[in-house]
């Protein structure tokens, strides 16, 4: 029967861990690798990261006994960096270009993932947890693609914490009736069970994706002696902390945690981050058991834990200081994670240090096969070459220059790009390219305010001074339950100043900017503007700010004095220094001193776009992709599961 919570000790933890397992008593002839994913955890959200307003010390204990990786870079969101640590090549190298088609998405077949290529090294494999790498047929599935078993969901959220589903389906968008949580075994797919003793309902996801993952620990311990035994052991463990649900009801309730949990927050003034406190806080626990296993069963002496989130946190519930922005965004706090790695085989020189070279969740796929468990890379594991790099001899300090001098954020190509009609009505971060060459960052976009958008720097808020009663900001417990919820934030802080808001007829203290007329604005010295959501690349603010005031009053420049007055447009796109500008507040583009290094920087990124495959859907995108939508629903509805078209 499934226990409510685990109450081992709580040890070790992390957000994304690969844990390397080993030891003295059970001496497996591979490392063993537990590789867990936090989902949407925020740069600032750690108790080490933000002066200990979060309760999170198994994972802090691991930041301070470990190698921080201080410039790890994802995709702003979490399926294509799913792929992209599955295959060991970039999201889009594989077709992941977004997630516009997250329904329909699915890795190639030819490509061979990192649970099959450690199979045929000699492990087992068991993947717990967040899939979202595919599931619309069942060539896309977790247990057709390396691992022995599944248990977990495909799509990228659930619908609730506690409720997996039955009676009634699921409550998560975009789903037909149907129940996404599963128990897999080989080419038995099959939906949890849902009714009965070992039901998964009723129980914290935490609980479920922990308790699984100990029982596979001490199984493969328990088997080290009997013949045929597996070489070595791989678990990804993708938990759902800290991501909001996804049900219809999210804005108000999307956010859970236990109430006895969410009372360790009790001086937390908002009950939004009572709750995201108490769900980063269950995350520790988890990987705090996760890890008391590895040790009762001896497993732990010879274990590599490599911590990281999927993605930034989103500013609707998460924290990302001192970077600026959040998810689903390019700048630094979208794309740039917490992460590090832990490991008693790790040298003592490097123990307590801040690995600062730049690395890439597709680095994870040559690391673990090669660097980790040792073995020889083959030679095809897919039609595109792997983009990631062995990063275990920096990691330890044999090599002290990092393998990786770039990253390719995002890119626009023939398949994709703001024209090509694969995504009608995304959002502007959606046709963007972006890039990190060196010390230097581009941020290319149709959109020429990309780099004025509001997109503040946010940090966990500070705690009062007297305990604040969880209710008062819409937080809600279920009736009946400790079943705490809480709301998303609407809005976040944006630091608009509107105090300076005048025209500069000297165009002396304020920076030009034009309209799309080539009409230029001039506005007095200020660090922000009086638009909706204009954020300023410097003094001077945003000219839409102006321009639409003289439009309104019916003026022109031809007609009307300063301040409006005739000059060029300035060019489009970002160019930041992110190692002496982090919070990418000085927009370089317009520097006459940085204007051949930006043509520069935007040819290279070019060059590696246009090396990308086809988007990867399981089907065209049209009627097909439409036709394979009412058969999935179709099969849920007669199944009561999400399954495969072709189950």
Same mark, same amino acid.
């Given at each position: 029967?499934?226990?409510?919570?685990?109450?081992?000790?709580?040890?070790?933890?992390?957000?994304?861990?690969?844990?390397?397992?080993?030891?003295s008593?059970?001496?497996?002839?591979?490392?063993?690798?537990?590789?867990?994913?936090?989902?949407?955890?925020?740069?600032?959200?750690?108790?080490?990261? @933000?002066?200990?307003?979060?309760?999170?010390?198994?994972?802090?204990?691991l930041?301070? /006994?470990?190698?921080?990786?201080?410039?790890?870079?994802?995709?702003?969101?979490?399926?294509?960096?799913?792929a992209?640590?599955?295959?060991?090549?970039?999201?889009?190298?594989?077709?992941?270009?977004?997630?516009?088609?997250?329904?329909?998405?699915?890795?190639?077949?030819?490509?061979?993932?990192?649970? *099959?290529?450690?199979?045929?090294?000699?492990?087992?494999?068991?993947?717990?947890?967040?899939?979202?790498?595919?599931?619309?047929?069942?060539?896309?599935?977790?247990?057709?693609?390396?691992f022995?078993?599944?248990?977990?969901?495909?799509?990228?959220?659930?619908?609730?914490?506690?409720?997996?589903?039955?009676?009634?389906?699921?409550?998560?968008?975009?789903?037909?009736?149907?129940?996404?949580?599963?128990?897999?075994?080989?080419?038995?797919?099959?939906?949890?069970?849902?009714?009965?003793? /070992?039901?998964? /309902?009723?129980?914290?996801?935490?609980?479920?994706?922990?308790?699984?993952?100990?029982?596979?620990?001490?199984?493969?311990?328990? @088997?080290?002696?009997?013949?045929? *035994?597996?070489?070595?052991?791989?678990?990804?463990?993708?938990?759902? @902390?800290?991501?909001?649900?996804?049900?219809?009801?999210?804005?108000?309730?999307?956010?859970?945690?236990?109430?006895?949990?969410?009372?360790?927050?009790?001086?937390?003034?908002?009950?939004?981050?009572?709750?995201?406190?108490?769900?980063?806080?269950?995350?520790?626990?988890?990987?705090?058991?996760?890890?008391?296993?590895?040790? *009762?069963?001896? $497993?732990?002496?010879?274990?590599?834990?490599?911590?990281?989130?999927?993605?930034?946190?989103?500013?609707?519930?998460?924290? /990302?200081?001192?970077?600026?922005?959040?998810?689903?965004?390019?700048?630094?706090?979208?794309?740039?994670?917490?992460?590090?790695?832990?490991?008693p085989?790790?040298?003592?020189?490097v123990?307590?240090?801040?690995?600062?070279?730049?690395?890439?969740?597709?680095?994870?796929?040559?690391?673990?096969?090669?660097?980790?468990?040792?073995?020889?890379?083959?030679?095809?594991?897919?039609?595109?070459?792997p983009?990631?790099?062995?990063m275990?001899p920096?990691?330890?300090?044999? @090599?002290?220059?990092?393998?990786?001098?770039?990253?390719?954020?995002?890119v626009?190509?023939?398949?994709?790009?703001?024209?090509?009609?694969?995504?009608?009505?995304?959002?502007?971060?959606?046709?963007?390219?972006?890039?990190?060459?060196?010390?230097? =960052?581009?941020?290319?976009?149709?959109?020429?305010?990309?780099?004025?958008?509001?997109?503040?720097?946010?940090?966990?808020?500070?705690?009062?001074?007297?305990?604040?009663?969880?209710?008062?900001?819409?937080?809600?417990?279920?009736?009946?339950?400790?079943?705490?919820?809480?709301?998303?934030?609407?809005?976040?802080?944006? *630091?608009?100043?509107?105090?300076?808001?005048?025209?500069?007829?000297?165009?002396?203290?304020?920076?030009?900017?034009?309209?799309?007329?080539?009409?230029?604005?001039?506005?007095?010295?200020?660090?922000?503007?009086?638009?909706?959501?204009?954020?300023?690349?410097?003094?001077?603010?945003?000219?839409?700010?102006?321009?639409?005031?003289?439009?309104?009053?019916?003026?022109?420049?031809?007609?009307?004095?300063?301040?409006?007055?005739?000059?060029?447009?300035?060019?489009?796109?970002?160019?930041?220094?992110?190692?002496?500008?982090?919070?990418?507040?000085?927009?370089?583009r317009?520097?006459?001193a940085? $204007?051949?290094?930006?043509?520069?920087?935007?040819?290279?990124?070019?060059?590696?776009?246009?090396?990308?495959?086809?988007?990867?859907?399981?089907?065209? $995108?049209?009627?097909?992709? =439409?036709?394979?939508?009412?058969?999935?629903?179709?099969t849920?509805?007669?199944?009561?599961?999400?399954?495969?078209?072709?189950?």
């Amino acid at each position: 029967m499934l226990t409510a919570r685990l109450t081992m000790p709580l040890e070790i933890a992390c957000t994304m861990i690969f844990v390397v397992a080993g030891s003295s008593m059970l001496a497996a002839a591979k490392p063993n690798i537990v590789h867990i994913v936090a989902d949407d955890l925020g740069y600032n959200d750690l108790g080490i990261r @933000n002066g200990g307003k979060t309760f999170t010390p198994v994972i802090d204990d691991l930041i301070r /006994n470990g190698v921080t990786l201080s410039s790890y870079y994802t995709f702003r969101v979490c399926a294509p960096t799913r792929a992209s640590i599955m295959t060991g090549r970039y999201p889009w190298g594989v077709g992941y270009y977004d997630m516009s088609d997250d329904m329909h998405h699915c890795v190639d077949p030819k490509y061979q993932m990192t649970p *099959a290529v450690l199979k045929s090294l000699g492990y087992e494999t068991h993947a717990i947890g967040k899939y979202d790498v595919g599931f619309v047929l069942r060539h896309c599935l977790p247990t057709y693609r390396g691992f022995d078993d599944f248990f977990g969901y495909y799509t990228a959220c659930t619908s609730d914490y506690w409720m997996h589903g039955a009676p009634g389906g699921s409550d998560a968008l975009g789903h037909c009736n149907d129940i996404d949580f599963h128990d897999s075994v080989g080419a038995n797919i099959s939906g949890a069970v849902m009714h009965g003793p /070992n039901s998964v /309902n009723n129980t914290y996801d935490q609980v479920l994706f922990t308790e699984r993952a100990v029982h596979h620990i001490n199984a493969f311990a328990a @088997n080290q002696n009997t013949d045929g *035994a597996a070489s070595g052991l791989y678990i990804y463990l993708a938990y759902h @902390n800290v991501h909001d649900t996804c049900s219809k009801n999210r804005e108000k309730a999307g956010l859970g945690a236990p109430r006895d949990t969410v009372e360790r927050y009790a001086t937390t003034t908002q009950d939004t981050w009572k709750v995201q406190g108490a769900m980063t806080t269950e995350l520790d626990y988890g990987v705090g058991n996760v890890t008391a296993a590895l040790k *009762a069963t001896g $497993l732990y002496a010879n274990t590599v834990l490599i911590l990281v989130s999927d993605n930034g946190g989103p500013l609707q519930h998460s924290t /990302n200081a001192p970077l600026r922005g959040g998810k689903a965004t390019q700048w630094e706090g979208g794309v740039r994670v917490e992460a590090f790695v832990h490991s008693p085989l790790l040298p003592v020189a490097v123990r307590g240090s801040v690995y600062p070279g730049m690395m890439h969740s597709s680095d994870w796929y040559v690391t673990c096969i090669v660097g980790i468990a040792g073995g020889a890379f083959p030679a095809n594991t897919g039609p595109r070459p792997p983009d990631g790099h062995n990063m275990w001899p920096a990691l330890t300090g044999q @090599n002290l220059t990092s393998p990786r001098t770039e990253v390719i954020h995002a890119v626009q190509n023939k398949y994709f790009n703001g024209g090509s009609g694969h995504c009608e009505g995304c959002p502007p971060n959606v046709n963007v390219a972006s890039a990190r060459f060196g010390d230097y =960052k581009i941020i290319l976009s149709g959109n020429r305010t990309y780099c004025d958008s509001a997109q503040p720097v946010v940090a966990w808020p500070t705690p009062g001074d007297s305990a604040v009663p969880f209710g008062l900001s819409g937080g809600v417990v279920r009736n009946g339950t400790d079943w705490a919820y809480a709301p998303l934030l609407k809005t976040y802080p944006m *630091a608009t100043d509107v105090s300076e808001r005048h025209g500069d007829p000297t165009c002396q203290t304020g920076i030009p900017y034009a309209n799309s007329a080539g009409s230029i604005c001039c506005l007095k010295s200020c660090t922000r503007c009086g638009c909706p959501g204009g954020v300023p690349y410097g003094p001077g603010g945003n000219s839409g700010c102006c321009v639409t005031d003289i439009v309104s009053a019916n003026q022109s420049c031809a007609t009307h004095p300063p301040p409006c007055v005739m000059g060029p447009p300035p060019k489009p796109g970002c160019l930041f220094n992110v190692v002496t500008d982090l919070n990418e507040t000085h927009n370089l583009r317009n520097d006459p001193a940085y $204007l051949e290094l930006f043509d520069k920087l935007v040819a290279m990124l070019q060059e590696r776009a246009d090396t990308g495959p086809p988007l990867a859907s399981a089907f065209p $995108l049209g009627e097909k992709n =439409k036709t394979a939508d009412e058969v999935t629903c179709a099969t849920g509805e007669r199944t009561g599961v999400l399954f495969p078209v072709d189950y």
